[in-house]
C-alpha cells in the first residue's frame, strides 16, 4: 500500500499526495472553491509537477468515484470548509468576460455576488488592496475573498464569455 500525506495550504484548501509502491509521486490539490488540481509528479524531482489537470468539484466526485474512493471524498469535502468558510482563489480573466476590462466600481463583483478582490495581478505587476478605479484587465489574475458560494459566483462571472 502506497503512503498517502495530507497538507493543509491555509487560504487555498489542502493538497494530498500519495507515493506509490512503485515510487510514483501522485497528488490532489482540494481548493476551497470546490476545484481540484490532480498533479503527477515528476519522478526525479518530487517538487516538480509533471503534469497537472484541472477538474471541477463534480468531475473530481466522478473520478473519485471511478477509482472507488466515496469514503476519502467525503474527508475531503470536510477539509474544504476548515477555515470557518473563508476562501481565497486566484482567477485568471477571461478576455471574454462581460467584466474583463472593467475597473473595480464598473464590475459591482462584490455587489454580484458577495465576494471581494483584495489583489490584481498583471503582467506589469500587482496591486495589493486595488481601489475601485483599478481594473479587471483581461489575462490578469483577481485574488477573490469570500464564502465559498461567493467565490464560485465570481469564478464563473470573471471566466464566462459575454
Same mark, same amino acid.
Given at each position: 500500500?502506497?503512503?498517502?500525506?495530507?497538507?493543509?495550504?491555509?487560504?487555498?484548501?489542502?493538497?494530498?499526495?500519495?507515493?506509490?509502491?512503485?515510487?510514483?509521486? &501522485?497528488?490532489?490539490?482540494?481548493?476551497?472553491?470546490?476545484?481540484?488540481?490532480?498533479? &503527477?509528479? !515528476?519522478?526525479? %524531482?518530487? !517538487?516538480?509537477?509533471?503534469?497537472?489537470?484541472?477538474?471541477?468539484?463534480?468531475?473530481?466526485?466522478?473520478?473519485?468515484?471511478?477509482?472507488?474512493?466515496?469514503?476519502?471524498? =467525503?474527508?475531503? %469535502?470536510?477539509? &474544504?470548509?476548515?477555515?470557518? %468558510? @473563508?476562501?481565497?482563489?486566484?482567477?485568471?480573466?477571461?478576455?471574454?468576460?462581460? @467584466?474583463?476590462?472593467?475597473?473595480?466600481? =464598473?464590475? =459591482?463583483?462584490?455587489?454580484?455576488?458577495?465576494?471581494?478582490?483584495?489583489?490584481?495581478?498583471? %503582467?506589469?505587476?500587482?496591486?495589493?488592496?486595488?481601489?475601485?478605479? !483599478?481594473?479587471?484587465?483581461?489575462?490578469?489574475?483577481?485574488?477573490?475573498?469570500?464564502?465559498? $458560494? $461567493?467565490?464560485?459566483?465570481?469564478?464563473?462571472?470573471?471566466?464566462?464569455?459575454?
Amino acid at each position: 500500500m502506497g503512503k498517502a500525506t495530507e497538507t493543509d495550504l491555509p487560504g487555498v484548501g489542502v493538497r494530498f499526495e500519495l507515493e506509490t509502491n512503485a515510487g510514483r509521486c &501522485v497528488g490532489v490539490v482540494v481548493h476551497q472553491t470546490g476545484r481540484r488540481d490532480l498533479v &503527477v509528479y !515528476d519522478e526525479r %524531482d518530487v !517538487d516538480r509537477a509533471c503534469e497537472s489537470v484541472v477538474l471541477t468539484e463534480d468531475e473530481g466526485h466522478t473520478l473519485g468515484e471511478l477509482l472507488g474512493g466515496n469514503p476519502v471524498l =467525503e474527508h475531503l %469535502d470536510d477539509a &474544504v470548509h476548515r477555515l470557518e %468558510d @473563508l476562501v481565497i482563489s486566484w482567477i485568471t480573466i477571461d478576455s471574454k468576460s462581460p @467584466l474583463a476590462g472593467l475597473t473595480l466600481a =464598473e464590475a =459591482e463583483l462584490r455587489a454580484k455576488t458577495g465576494a471581494g478582490v483584495v489583489a490584481l495581478v498583471t %503582467d506589469s505587476g500587482s496591486i495589493p488592496i486595488p481601489g475601485g478605479a !483599478d481594473r479587471l484587465e483581461p489575462g490578469g489574475t483577481a485574488v477573490v475573498v469570500g464564502v465559498p $458560494a $461567493a467565490v464560485r459566483a465570481a469564478t464563473k462571472l470573471l471566466n464566462e464569455s459575454g
